[in-house]
């Protein structure tokens, strides 16, 4: 059992447990605090001078404008049923408006439809990719389980930052790894309204010394949990959380592991982007602490490329029923993006999950230099079948059983096929160690 603080955190003080009752009121992206002279978060922070050079910050009035002429998101009975014959269950379809809207727009708004309309949807068991969600989610256990570990055993609080933490698809997971504390932050504040609704129906209702040991409940969150709206692309997050927490930094950071699944992706878009989101990673972590996500895999995209694009093609596309990566321009012909790695955008529709969304290609190869450029080495690339195959013995019964035999195959084995191997292969993931 860890050892009692001298003193408690300030938001664990006795009546301190509502101010999430203020969310309605948090901006997406917080503007920073004004400086002080003896500015305690300055350790954790980007050089003010570097932060001019490679922040770009003149799109936030455009982002704000565009959140405010966002249109209204119909509820599901006011839209066209896909699949009449089984009306119980309707795919999710985006309603987005691209005209003069950047990026993070986009996205924001496409992920706050998906959150309102997932009400309306019926039972998420009859969706089409099922089985593919939940290998997904297997995968995603087994790498959180496998290398998000305390990083010193017994002597204080487990903590995982969890970024682009989405409508909190993995608590569970959190518990399932027996954190302690997490904090996450998502660009959709729909999706943050969310993440709470189902952190806060099923947390403990009793408080622990960090909910260790034989105190945890299995079938609640034994975790202190903190959630915010923000852009972690263009800013910091001692910007995104103080305002809302003080003295978050000083008391829950550094974490011992870093999570960002399937979106680290979309930073892509630019250099300073990617930089800001390491940089983020980087300074949130203890030393040994472990930075764990999941993206498109470039490997695949090369071998895409250059197995099925023409020389006569203007530009590129590959798929097939359940997904569809759709190129801007026409990629490299030898499928290597390292040349020049940012910005190389594409559409991306997978059914009933992503709309035709605007993505970047990540070349490996220069993720892995930013990321040694902030003290974070490489431990682990693999791609999910690999992954599955070499982890799952161990795994098999930790699991939920259910989860387990919905990727039961049609030759009784489990795992992927047919269609949705394809899309899987799509995505690899990595394990990164703060040096």
Not at 61 to 73: I, L, N, Q
Not at 295 to 320: H, L, Q
Request: aromatic share 14%.
């Amino acid at each position: 059992m860890y050892k009692q603080q001298a003193e408690l955190p300030a938001w664990m003080k006795k009546g301190q447990e509502n101010k999430y009752d203020r969310y309605g009121a948090r901006p997406s992206a917080p503007t920073a605090p004004e400086a002080e002279s003896n500015d305690k978060y300055s350790k954790y922070r980007v050089n003010e001078d570097d932060r001019a050079n490679r922040i770009r910050r003149e799109g936030t009035a455009k982002r704000d404008r565009d959140r405010s002429e966002e249109p209204e998101v119909l509820a599901y009975k006011n839209l066209k049923v896909t699949n009449p014959a089984n009306s119980y269950y309707q795919t999710f379809q985006s309603n987005l408006k691209r005209d003069e809207k950047d990026v993070n727009s986009i996205i924001r708004t496409h992920y706050n439809q998906r959150t309102y309309q997932s009400k309306y949807q019926g039972n998420r068991t009859k969706s089409p990719i099922i089985k593919l969600r939940n290998f997904n989610n297997i995968i995603k256990y087994i790498l959180l389980g496998e290398f998000c570990k305390p990083v010193a055993a017994g002597e204080g609080p487990f903590r995982v930052l969890d970024l682009c933490c989405g409508k909190g698809g993995d608590l569970n997971k959190m518990e399932f790894i027996k954190v302690d504390e997490y904090v996450g932050i998502d660009i959709s504040d729909a999706s943050i309204r969310e993440a709470y609704s189902r952190y806060e129906k099923n947390k403990v209702r009793f408080k622990s010394n960090f909910g260790g040991g034989s105190h945890r409940d299995s079938r609640k969150y034994n975790f202190q949990s903190f959630f915010a709206t923000g852009d972690l692309f263009n800013y910091s997050i001692p910007d995104i959380l103080e305002p809302n927490f003080p003295g978050i930094i000083d008391n829950v950071f550094p974490v011992d592991a870093v999570s960002n699944q399937f979106s680290l992706h979309y930073a892509f878009e630019t250099e300073d982007k990617i930089r800001c989101l390491i940089n983020n990673v980087a300074k949130s972590l203890k030393t040994g602490g472990k930075f764990v996500g999941t993206i498109p895999s470039s490997d695949f995209i090369k071998y895409k490329v250059k197995k099925e694009m023409r020389p006569e093609d203007t530009t590129f596309a590959f798929g097939n029923e359940l997904y569809q990566v759709k190129f801007h321009e026409k990629p490299p012909a030898d499928g290597d993006f390292n040349t020049s790695p940012f910005g190389n955008g594409y559409n991306y529709s997978l059914t009933d999950a992503i709309d035709d969304v605007p993505e970047y290609v990540v070349p490996f190869e220069t993720l892995r230099r930013i990321c040694e450029d902030n003290s974070l080495v490489l431990k682990v690339k693999k791609d999910f079948i690999e992954f599955f195959n070499k982890e799952i013995p161990k795994y098999f019964k930790r699991l939920n059983n259910n989860l387990i035999q919905s990727i039961k195959r049609s030759d009784g084995k489990y795992g992927i096929e047919g269609l949705e191997r394809e899309a899987i292969e799509f995505y690899l993931l990595f394990v990164f160690e703060k040096a």
